[in-house]
């Protein structure tokens, strides 16, 4: 079964640094990976989509990377701001397509 | 992206009382869609699966009888809280894709659910 685990559970950053959200899961046999923003009490925004036969993808300021074999994807946020905040979810998808894997996300926050 | 809607995005009922929440597909035909329950400061965990015209598959420890789930057109999936109490509050979120296989899915806004 798989497990996705993200680390730190919670990050507290001023504003202007540049941020790495780690995010682990345990079957390497997954179609893509997709990193997600949820703001408090809102649902999901999609940021970057990789899938299984891609290493990174881009857009703007952050920076996504997938490492299958070794089981870890990185979320790379440069030169954060404060509307940076918010709960950051990495979800794997499996090879047969049917069910994402969601990690119990990142709670980030960026202090003015 | 194709987009998602939820309605209502908050309900508020008492214990007892049966609540229907919609998921829609507004720019896409979803053949499969997903219903998951996010609980306060917790991730998203999948609930059902329901493809159109078929009846769901609920996830193991998801009562199938008290959260009825029905996709009957191509545009609309209903969850349906049976019955409700207070540990039935939670968010609920949708998310659709156009076909049975791997597309891209999308999520809807999600529904707030609280049971008095």
């Known amino acids: 079964k798989q497990e996705v685990t993200q680390i730190p559970a919670a990050l507290s950053v001023p504003e202007g640094e540049n941020l790495v959200l780690n995010c682990s899961f345990t079957d390497s046999a997954i179609y893509n990976l997709q990193w997600f923003r949820q703001d408090p009490g809102k649902g999901l925004t999609s940021l970057l989509l990789i899938q299984s036969s891609q290493r990174e993808q881009t857009s703007g300021r952050l920076n996504a990377s997938l490492d299958k074999s070794s089981g870890r994807s990185t979320l790379y946020i440069a030169a954060s701001q404060p509307g940076d905040s918010a709960t950051y979810l990495c979800a794997v998808r499996d090879n047969y397509g049917q069910n994402f894997v969601f990690g119990p996300g990142t709670r980030l926050s960026v202090l003015p | 992206g194709a987009v998602v809607s939820q309605h209502p995005s908050w309900v508020i009922c008492k214990s007892g009382t049966s609540v229907k929440i919609e998921c829609r597909s507004l720019d896409f035909q979803a053949t499969t869609m997903f219903w998951y329950r996010q609980f306060p400061k917790q991730s998203l965990m999948l609930m059902a699966t329901s493809n159109e015209g078929s009846k769901a598959t609920y996830e193991q420890g998801v009562e199938k009888d008290k959260f009825l789930i029905n996709h009957a057109s191509l545009t609309l999936s209903t969850l349906t809280v049976t019955s409700a109490h207070p540990e039935d509050s939670s968010f609920y979120i949708c998310?659709?894709?156009?076909?049975?296989?791997?597309?891209?899915?999308?999520f809807g806004p999600g529904t707030r659910l609280t049971v008095l």
């Open positions: 998310s659709a894709r156009a076909d049975r296989g791997l597309n891209e899915q999308f």
